[in-house]
């Protein structure tokens, strides 16, 4: 059957020259079942109705897939068509082809999930530019993220006057930026690379763990915020050596468990093992789970600092004006440290939406540069120390240029203003002889010894 079958009329018109009502325009659903409908009579009386090639050769059976129809295939090919016309009216104007691919044996590819004949629509459903758009989203900001952060953990790590328990959390938080971002990389690049996921290596499934596991530990760092946070506030006297170990193990050890259940139901299961385990299955809430306990956690955390933060203004009688700046300015600062910007794109759309696509990679792949720049290069204090540092060592600097420069001046002196006509040792004797014998005349010295310019030396008071 060719592809290039005209659009069948799913907008037949009515007479009104008899006074008839026009028909009503159809819906999208509407649209969709009558476009299924004819394109499967057509597909009966042209393709289906035909018989098995007789050239020797093995080919898939001609088939309708419930959208489209498909001809007899040679096997080990596959076979490319145009999205059906009647998809456009609900996920928009595609760019990609759907395909089908006929395997060796002469049977159709099926579907590793429910086992049945599959073709792959996903092209359909998508428009190619918006989701090339979203990809480069999530690599620029994955990549500055990950500068930032290692900026912000070389600052850390530099001067001694940040090391303190707060300062070593965020230190663990820009290491999880710094790893997840890096992994989740890596994985865009994979997908992008058909070849590679169909070949479905061990080490593409281990990638794909190891990045779910480096981004739990990620939520679980910004859980230890707010729960570090928290306590220091609701408990004032509480030891930072023994948050410290348990922020540790929360943070770290805490995502292995998941993680592993996560491995091992999915790798039990053949059916989900396929794809570089890139699809997303019923599996992945054992890893949502705790990452949405964790954010609801950390908003509870938030309304309670919130709580406590103004009941404190409040206290000291500042002006209501003055405490709904100061609260608002906290909330801003702590929603990208606590991760409490993801209540924006709770739950994913049933239908494609670019919209929802390009603010869910903003959100999640430029958290790392908002706290970055929360947290380090706007933070007064480290601007502080930055700034006094560079002060201290422009002052360290300048006077290493005025020794040099004195060194030089003195260098330059020994070298013009010696006499031509007399070595150093005797320029030195005459020195000496001169200061030995006051009374003799300087003239008479000057005669003995051409082009030697009179220079004072503040020290003896004499000449050189």
Not at 331 to 348: A, M
Request: glycine letters at 6%; proline letters at 5%; one cysteine or more.
């Amino acid at each position: 059957m060719s592809d290039n079958r005209t659009e069948p009329d799913l907008f037949p018109t009515t007479s009104t020259t008899d006074g008839a009502l026009p028909a009503l325009p159809l819906s999208p659903e509407e649209i969709m079942v009558r476009g299924i409908w004819m394109a499967w009579y057509e597909c009966n009386a042209t393709v289906i109705s035909q018989p098995y090639p007789s050239d020797g050769g093995l080919y898939c059976n001609a088939t309708f897939d419930g959208w489209d129809c498909w001809n007899y295939t040679s096997a080990g090919t596959t076979i490319h068509h145009d999205c059906p016309t009647f998809l456009r009216h609900k996920y928009g104007s595609p760019t990609g082809q759907a395909f089908k691919h006929c395997r060796e044996d002469g049977t159709w590819l099926t579907h590793p999930d429910t086992g049945r004949t599959w073709t792959n629509y996903t092209l359909c459903a998508s428009n190619k530019e918006t989701l090339q758009r979203v990809i480069s989203i999530y690599y620029s900001g994955y990549a500055i993220s990950i500068i930032l952060s290692v900026a912000a953990l070389l600052i850390f790590s530099f001067f001694r006057q940040l090391h303190c328990s707060r300062v070593t959390l965020h230190k663990n938080l820009f290491v999880t930026y710094v790893l997840s971002g890096a992994a989740w990389i890596l994985m865009f690049a994979l997908m992008d690379n058909p070849v590679m996921v169909k070949e479905n290596k061990p080490w593409c499934q281990a990638l794909h763990v190891l990045t779910q596991y480096l981004t739990l530990c990620n939520y679980f760092w910004m859980f230890c915020e707010g729960f570090y946070l928290h306590t220091l506030i609701v408990f004032a006297f509480a030891n930072d050596k023994r948050l410290l170990i348990i922020c540790y193990v929360i943070g770290w050890v805490g995502p292995l468990i998941p993680t592993a259940v996560y491995a091992a139901v999915r790798g039990s299961k053949p059916e989900l093992r396929h794809g570089c385990w890139s699809s997303t299955t019923g599996e992945n809430w054992i890893l949502t789970g705790p990452v949405i306990l964790s954010l609801v956690v950390n908003f509870l955390f938030l309304l309670n600092i919130l709580r406590i933060l103004l009941s404190k203004l409040r206290a000291v009688n500042s002006n209501e004006a003055h405490q709904s700046r100061r609260a608002a300015r906290a909330t801003l600062i702590l929603i990208p440290l606590l991760g409490l910007q993801y209540f924006v794109i709770p739950l994913k759309p049933n239908t494609a939406s670019p919209v929802y696509d390009i603010i869910s990679a903003v959100l999640t792949s430029y958290q790392g540069v908002l706290v970055a720049l929360f947290f380090c290069f706007g933070n007064g204090e480290v601007i502080n120390v930055v700034r006094r540092k560079w002060k201290v060592m422009r002052e360290r600097l300048g006077s290493v240029d005025m020794k040099r420069s004195n060194t030089f001046n003195v260098s330059l002196l020994e070298t013009t203003y010696v006499p031509r006509n007399a070595s150093a040792t005797g320029s030195f004797h005459r020195k000496s002889e001169d200061r030995l014998s006051p009374g003799k005349d300087s003239r008479d010295r000057t005669e003995n010894t051409p082009y030697t310019p009179v220079v004072r030396d503040d020290q003896d008071n004499g000449e050189v």
